[in-house]
């Protein structure tokens, strides 16, 4: 039986795990928390039509791959919305000001780098240090060996070092 | 001097937790009345609904097809060759389109005489 206990459940188990696939694929924090708000949402009107899923994890992230790319070539995303940087440089009530617009510059930098990674790459990236799961566990969630997410964590790493490099961050960090 | 592994650990792990929604948003099934309401975003329409549109253009087709061969089928088929006759007259016609190609049967009173007209003569 569907209920909203188990629609509960189910948001606390993979709800992150959705979020970060959308991050991963759009660098948008924004964009991401509306597809995983969408793909649960789908997943009760589903249960509602007496659809029967198997696996709700694998239908979850099928459905916000899916809508991680429609959302992204729609006007609205494209013309509609602030960009996440505007959230970032609000101060925060704690933060020393100063620091925080550094912090806010390195981070701008790191986005803008991180979006030329290939797309498999920022997917380890954001599993690793969003949801920060292990080795085994990316594997596990990405269907890929250990050896593979190992290289993919080495070589984004490598990447990401050599251009903050170029670029002069690395004397703020 | 370029960073280290643990300062690209340390700068990644701040940058995806600042990225996070904080805090993180709780949700609620949907009730009965609050899926009526429009989500704010609209959705980009899923790829699955484009198919009808595809269905429907290959069935155009093949009507459109089944249409060009049954009219082609309708019409008529000239006739040539040594077996027409152009120069049918009225008796042929006459001939042609009596049902019964034998001779007449006999009429009320060669029953009686027993004697058909023709054989009289």
Known sequence: MNDAAEFQRLYELHGREVWALAYARRMDPDLARDVMQEAFLRLWRAWEASEVIRNPRAWLMKVARNLAEDMAKSAFRKNGTQGSDFMIILPGADDDPVKKLTRDEVFKQLRSELKRLPESDREVLTYRYSLEYDVPRIAEVLSITVAAVHMRLSRARQRLAERLTALGVTETL | ?121
């Open chain 2, 1 to 121: 001097m370029p960073p280290s592994e643990g300062d690209i650990d340390r700068l990644l792990t701040e940058f995806f937790r600042a990225q996070q929604p904080n805090p993180w948003p709780t949700i609620a099934p949907p009730d009965s009345e609050a899926r009526e309401i429009r989500p704010l975003l609209k959705m980009a329409t899923p790829k699955r609904a484009g198919m009808p549109g595809r269905w429907a253009l290959a069935a155009s087709i093949l009507i459109l097809a089944v249409t060009s061969i049954w009219l082609a089928g309708l019409a008529p088929t000239p006739r040539t060759g040594p077996d027409v006759n152009l120069n049918i007259t009225d008796a042929d016609l006459r001939l042609k389109s009596s049902p019964v190609s034998g001779p007449a049967p006999p009429t009320k009173a060669e029953e009686k005489t027993g004697t058909p007209k023709d054989k009289k003569k």
